[in-house]
């Protein structure tokens, strides 16, 4: 499907074309229920005994949900991973961001993550992002890679602002799991080759249409716009996001926690 340019005026109107018309249950689910209700996705990448399990999530956008927030917390702890993966966009505006880090600090494993065009465009401020990670054990990884896991596993963050040249693995015979904000950047690896590619950004959607898929879909998607993708720089899984944007609404796109054994 085409990627069309997220704005606000284009969103209002296409979503107010497919819903005019459409039953008040079904409002009611995309508004009050979905944008909260939390799917949790198993996946099993790669032959063989699993090296890690890690638990990654998306764009969570946070705007003072905290109960919501917390509940995510906590469902991430029930796992207890190896390791969490973060996508991208923790918040939209720098009020929200020491709150929405004090509930992170709550994940009882390491969090690696990257940052979003959000985190950009706010002027959110990576240091502090980088220490809230760092004291988990996790890192905030800014076009650079750490051994992981025991060096079980190879860890690369790319930016929203560069092409990043990654360096040879640090360790040749572990797993290399790469992290990025924007879906369609699989598209610029080059050869290289990773056991797992993990986006966001895409929301979704947010609103999907059955037998259609998603209305709108932001710049940085094409085609891999949810769920797990074969790549020639290998499997890419997008994760739909934890939060919104523009409007509190979700429908037949669930926010979702991924499980992932690699």
């Known amino acids: 499907m085409k990627s069309t340019r997220l704005n606000r005026r284009h969103f209002l109107l296409t979503l107010g074309t497919a819903l005019a018309g459409v039953p008040m249950t079904t409002l009611a689910d995309a508004r009050w229920v979905e944008p909260t209700w939390l799917r949790i996705r198993h996946l099993r990448i790669g032959d063989g005994p699993p090296a890690v399990r890690l638990v990654h999530f998306s764009d969570l956008h946070y705007k003072g949900e905290r109960g919501y927030a917390e509940s995510v917390v906590k469902t991430i702890n029930s796992f207890s991973p190896d390791l969490v993966c973060f996508t991208g966009d923790i918040i939209e505006q720098t009020q929200f961001l020491p709150e ?91 050869d290289r080759q990773f056991d797992l590619a993990l986006a966001g950004h895409s929301h979704g959607g947010q609103v999907r249409i059955p037998f259609y898929g998603a209305l709108v879909l932001p710049k940085g998607v094409d085609q891999y716009d949810m769920g797990l993708f074969q790549t020639q720089a290998g499997p890419l899984y997008v994760n739909p996001g934890i939060g919104w944007y523009y409007f509190d609404v979700r429908f037949n796109c669930r926010p979702e926690v991924t499980v992932i054994e690699v």
């Not at 509930?103 to 002027?123: A, C, E, Q």
């Not at 760092?134 to 992981?148: C, I, K, R, S």
């Not at 860890?155 to 990043?164: D, E, N, Q």
């Not at 040749?172 to 904000?181: D, G, N, W």
């Open 100 to 190: 929405a880090l004090e509930i992170l600090s709550g994940i009882k494993s390491p969090v690696f993550g990257v940052p979003g065009n959000h985190d950009y465009s706010s002027g959110a401020s990576f240091e502090v992002i980088g220490q809230c990670f760092a004291a988990t054990g996790g890192a905030w990884l800014l076009d650079e890679q750490q051994a992981v896991a025991g060096g079980k596993i190879n860890l690369a963050g790319v930016t929203c602002r560069s092409f990043y040249n990654l360096r040879p693995p640090l360790n040749p015979e572990a797993k290399t799991v790469l992290l990025m904000h924007y879906p369609a950047w699989v598209k610029c690896q080059g």
